[in-house]
C-alpha cells in the first residue's frame, strides 16, 4: 500500500516537557508513550505507544487497582492512577497495585483516546 507510512508501535514526538527513557509522556491532550531516550522540553524523540511497562504510579488511599482495571495518566504529578477524573485513560493494570507500590505494570492500549 503505497499511503502506508509506519507500524505506530512508535512514534516520533516533540516532547512537551523532559522525560528520561522509561518515562511516561501525553502529547497533546490525547497521544500517551513510553520514552525510548532522554529528552529536553522541545526534544523530538521516539515514544512507545504499545506494550508493557511498570511505570511510577501514585500512591496513598484509592490508589489500588485489580488486574485489568482501567489505568489513567495524571498528568500534573506524570505517573500512573487508577483515578479517572481530570486523568487520560492509557491502558490497563497487568498485575495488582496496593496503595504503597510505587510502580504499576501497564499495558499501552493501542490508540488514542
Known sequence: MKN???EGC?????LP???LSGEGVLVGTSLFGVCVVDGASGASINIHTEGVYDLTAAT?????AVVGAKAYWDNTNKRITPV???NTYVGVFLAAK???DALARV???????
Open 4 to 6: 502506508f507510512v509506519q
Open 10 to 14: 512508535y512514534v516520533e514526538v516533540t
Open 17 to 19: 516537557y523532559a522525560r
Open 60 to 64: 496513598g488511599a484509592g490508589t489500588d
Open 84 to 86: 479517572a477524573t481530570s
Open 98 to 100: 496496593a496503595t504503597a
Open 107 to 113: 499495558r499501552l492500549n493501542e490508540m488514542v483516546v
